[in-house]
Each structure stands twice: as structure tokens, then as C-alpha cells.
Nanobody
Framework: QAQVEESGGGLVRPGESLTLSCKAS????????MRWYRQTPGKEREVVAW????????TYADSVKDRFTIFRDNAKKTAILQMHNVKPEDTGVYYC??????WGPGTQVTVAS
């Protein structure tokens, strides 16, 4: 069964950095693009970052461009989201997805002073 599990969230102050991890299992990780999503109360889950299967191409939502970096380690079946200069509006539950995996538990990120 294709699964993912996110980790690394926490409480951070505006301007700080945080690194999220997504560990995949049950599918050929290196064959699939990966996405990081963010969900905030009252809003739909939105894609914040995407990376292609071999890690050579990435795209970002305008709201996180130049602050977040997505990369992957196919040998470790892990996708990473580095968050820099975080803002209060980055608060939410972050999920990763391959498109074929069930949703993981997500990891809560709270940005507050």
C-alpha cells in the first residue's frame, strides 16, 4: 500500500526556518512526482511545492516562491520541504503526496511570535 508520513512541524517565529520531511513507502518513489500541500482552517488544501521524479524540476506557489525549497532523496524515499523566512500565513497542516499514496497524518506548522 502506497503511504507517506510527514514530520518536522512545530512552532516557529516569523523569519525563522523549518524543515519538513516526507517518508514514502509501498511504491516506487523514484517514479513519481511529489507535492507538498498546505491546509488551513476554512480553506481547501493547496499545493505549495512540486518536484519531478528525478528532482531536476520544481515549481512553487507564488506565496512561497523564493522562501521554500523542495528536494528529494530517492535512495531514502524521502521528500523534503525547507521553509525559510516563514510568515504567520504559512501556518497550517502540511501534507505530501505522490498522487497514488493515501494521505498521511500531516505535520502541523505554526508560525507565531
Amino acid at each position: 500500500q502506497a503511504q507517506v508520513e510527514e514530520s518536522g512541524g512545530g512552532l516557529v517565529r516569523p523569519g525563522e526556518s523549518l524543515t519538513l520531511s516526507c517518508k514514502a513507502s509501498g511504491f516506487t518513489f523514484s517514479s513519481y512526482s511529489m507535492r507538498w500541500y498546505r491546509q488551513t482552517p476554512g480553506k481547501e488544501r493547496e499545493v505549495v511545492a512540486w518536484i519531478d521524479p528525478d528532482g531536476t524540476s520544481t515549481t512553487y506557489a507564488d506565496s512561497v516562491k523564493d522562501r521554500f525549497t523542495i528536494f528529494r532523496d530517492n535512495a531514502k524515499k524521502t521528500a523534503i520541504l525547507q521553509m525559510h523566512n516563514v510568515k504567520p500565513e504559512d501556518t497550517g497542516v502540511y501534507y505530501c503526496s505522490s498522487g497514488i499514496s493515501s494521505w498521511g497524518p500531516g505535520t502541523q506548522v505554526t508560525v507565531a511570535s
